[in-house]
């Protein structure tokens, strides 16, 4: 499909990429990756280090081009905020810092000053607004990179590692502010080591291996259980119904005389057995393992929010 053809959902795309590669000398730290950025998505990239998440953040940005296929974006006024995996102590304070950043990207100065003051009281940070940020810890020196990305409105988030350095308390306010983004349309696409940052807001998950994405889940799969696809034959539907109002039952789906069944993986053996015993017959049994489980192998357990439900602390 021609990109200048986009219609209809595609029009929600703000920036696309078509079989772009990236070569660095003889490295193709890049290759054949196409995929869709869409405004109130979350897309969580995922991989060991050196699979070429960063270099595809940047590209999404705008700040470098595809060595071979495309880069497409909606406007070129697209606001973008981009948060890189490094922020230098600048000698500057963050009002320096952050009004001087406002202005180049033209916004107006009593309008940064409420937002500033708005983002550094989220994160705990309004005390250090006229602290040189020399004398910044690593944490308080991501805040205000991420402040700076936050700030204007962007309607495209790109965030490289974005919980480095933050304690607990700070991942948590993170967290709000990017639900709040997300939920007034912001598209978000960030590099994440964390599976509860995924469960709490990514709807997308790719993961990377040697700059290819070779794998996508939905994020809430990360946190769902092990299911089984169960097939059999030979029940009628009131049957089936029946033993489909078992809990451990997720659905069900009939089809002629054949019924597919998907059960939470622990009561596999139970729903096999009344199955059984009801006069039917196990066409097949398969587990599905879910992206869930590969995607765990790249990601850390977090102690982020693991009991609250983030939506409640929201204002
Ligand atoms: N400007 C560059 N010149 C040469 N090679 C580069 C450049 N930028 C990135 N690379 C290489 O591209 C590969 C992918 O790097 P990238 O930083 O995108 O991966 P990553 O998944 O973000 O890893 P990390 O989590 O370590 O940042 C790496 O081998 C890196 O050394």
Redesign the pocket.
Known sequence: MAIEDLTGEEACELVALYDADKI??K?K?LQNLTLAVVAGQCTALV?K????????LRMLAGLTRPTSGRRWVRSEKLVTGYVP?RFPPFSFTPAEFLLSAAEVRGIDKAAAEKEMNGFLEQLGMDRFVHVRMTQFSKGMLQKINLIQAMMGGPELLLLDEPLSGLDVKAQEDLLRVLVSLKRDGTAIVM?VHESTLIEQIADRVLL?KNGQVVQETRGDRLAAPAVTRIVLRGLDPAAVREISAHSGVANYEIRMDVCEMEAWSDSTDLIIREILDSGGSIVSVIPQEGMGIHLREWLQPSELLTEGDLYKCLP
């Open positions: 660095y000398g490295r730290v991989g280090n050196g699979s070429g998440k960063s270099t595809l995996e590099s990377m």
